[in-house]
Structures are given as C-alpha cells and as structure tokens.
C-alpha cells in the first residue's frame, strides 16, 4: 500500500506565505510525476502545479510566479512554496502523485487526504 501525507496548511493573511510538503510512502519502487491540486468549496478540484522526475514543472496560470513546486526524489517528497497568498488561493489542497510498487508494475495516481489553506484578506 501507498500513503500520501500532506502537511503545512494554515491560515494566513493576504501577502503572506505558506510551504506545503508532501510525502509518500509505503511500498513505492519508483515516483514518476507529483503534484498538487486544490478544491474551494463549491468549486472542482484543479491542478495547481505538476513536477515530473526529471524536474519539469507546469503550473496554473493564476499561480504563476507566486507558487514553486519542488520535489526531493530520495524522500519520494513534493513541496510547494507558496508566496504573495491571495484570499482567492483559500481551498483544501491535495498532493497527487504517480507511484509504481514494482520493476515492471503499471503506475497508480494516488492521493492524500488535502490540508486546508485560508488566506483572509
């Protein structure tokens, strides 16, 4: 089994900062992409930013040049830096990530139970 635990959620002012992280663990032989999303209440969930194995990274437009996605592949962990906070940025955010438990085995998405972000204005 594979567990995803994300940590760093708080409440914060507008302009202030956040540092999510994110590790997995369990039976993982490799990690491919790691990401994150969030969900506003009322909202679907979306994609925040995504970082592949090698390091390339995407992110959503509204996050661009605030948010630094980052990962650690020895910990199997993900990071996301989070600067210049908006009250619009308020939601339950989820780690995400493409985990394979064997040599030759198909990889799963898998995800963490989200950790709650609320910047108030």
């Known amino acids: 089994q594979v567990q995803l635990v994300e940590s760093g959620g708080a409440s914060v002012q507008a302009g202030g900062s956040l540092s999510l992280s994110c590790a997995a663990s369990?039976?993982?032989?490799?990690?491919?992409?790691m990401g994150w999303y969030r969900q506003a209440p009322g909202k679907q969930r979306e994609l925040v930013a995504r970082?592949?194995?090698?390091?390339?990274?995407n992110y959503a437009d509204s996050v661009k040049g605030r948010f630094t996605i980052s990962r650690d592949n020895a910990k199997n962990t993900v990071y996301l830096q989070m600067n210049s906070l908006k009250p619009e940025d308020t939601a339950v955010y989820y780690c995400?990530?493409?985990?394979?438990?064997?040599?030759?085995?198909?990889?799963?998405?898998?995800w963490g139970p989200g950790t709650q972000v609320t910047v108030s204005s």
């Open positions: 970082i592949t194995r090698v390091g390339s990274t």
């Open positions: 995400n990530a493409d985990i394979s438990s064997t040599l030759a085995g198909k990889f799963i998405g898998y």
């Open positions: 369990g039976r993982i032989f490799i990690t491919n992409a």
